[in-house]
């Protein structure tokens, strides 16, 4: 049975559009915990642009599950997580431009950079997940990082649901996380994921954990966040 990470960015999306302090994502957190999430996901970005540091402290403080900071491979953010220790890192590509994460992160070109601050967290006890596509040569270059957890990339899977290319990207994906069991990785997956598209991911080999957070916050606008995490904790179950 996977476990369910739910991200809370887009509830710190909406309170920054107003300047102000509600909606809370702390409270969010707490709610999602409430209603099945295993653990709580938050990207703490270059430009701030959703979570604040803030925030990061907060959540350390007051979640009772598993907190997992997405952030840049820059030492500001090795900085702050060696500070912070949270559960768990996912260190995952960044462009200032985007509206979203757009791709897997580049290990093999990036290499060496990833096995220095992968060190750094692991010695201080912190787990390190690396956010790839579904590529067997970014999971090689994942195992010679260091890094024991890969989260694959599931946007190219999403975008395609419901049509001839859904076979083909399901695929790669399943390719990708039977390469890392083999070379004894956990795998996480996220990106793009929701009640409609969710249920073939969930037969992908060793998975251990899906991280979800847009289509969460999008039904609870219609359903309330405690149903709509409810809806995705008993799918994945």
């Given at each position: 049975m996977a476990l369910l990470g739910v991200n809370i960015d887009h509830v710190a999306t909406l309170r920054n559009?107003?300047?102000?302090?509600?909606?809370?994502?702390?409270?969010?957190?707490?709610?999602?915990?409430a209603n099945g999430a295993d653990g709580i996901t938050a990207h703490l970005r270059e430009d701030r642009r959703h979570i604040k540091d803030a925030d990061m402290t907060a959540l350390k403080q007051k979640i009772a599950t598993r907190l997992n900071m997405e952030m840049a491979n820059t030492d500001e953010m090795v900085s702050i997580a060696l500070a912070l220790k949270p559960y768990m890192v996912t260190l995952v590509p960044e462009r200032r431009q985007e509206l979203t994460t757009e791709g897997g992160l580049d290990v093999i070109s990036h290499l060496e950079a990833l096995q220095e601050n992968t060190k750094k967290l692991?010695?201080?006890?912190?787990?390190?997940?690396?956010?790839?596509?579904?590529?067997?040569?970014?999971?090689?270059?994942?195992?010679?990082s260091g890094a024991t957890i890969i989260e694959l990339h599931t946007g190219p899977y999403c975008e395609v649901f419901g049509t001839q290319k859904q076979a083909e990207k399901l695929d790669l994906l399943m390719k990708a996380a039977a390469h890392a069991v083999k070379l004894g990785i956990e795998v996480n997956a996220g990106h793009g994921l929701n009640c409609e598209n969710v249920s073939p991911v969930l037969a992908l080999p060793g998975l251990i954990e899906l991280n979800i957070g847009h289509s969460i916050i999008s039904d609870a606008v219609f359903s309330g966040l405690g149903p709509a995490v409810r809806r995705m904790k008993d799918l994945i179950s």
């Open positions: 559009a107003r300047g102000g302090v509600v909606p809370d994502p702390i409270q969010a957190a707490l709610v999602a915990e692991q010695n201080a006890g912190i787990k390190v997940s690396l956010f790839i596509d579904a590529d067997l040569a970014q999971v090689e270059a994942s195992k010679a």
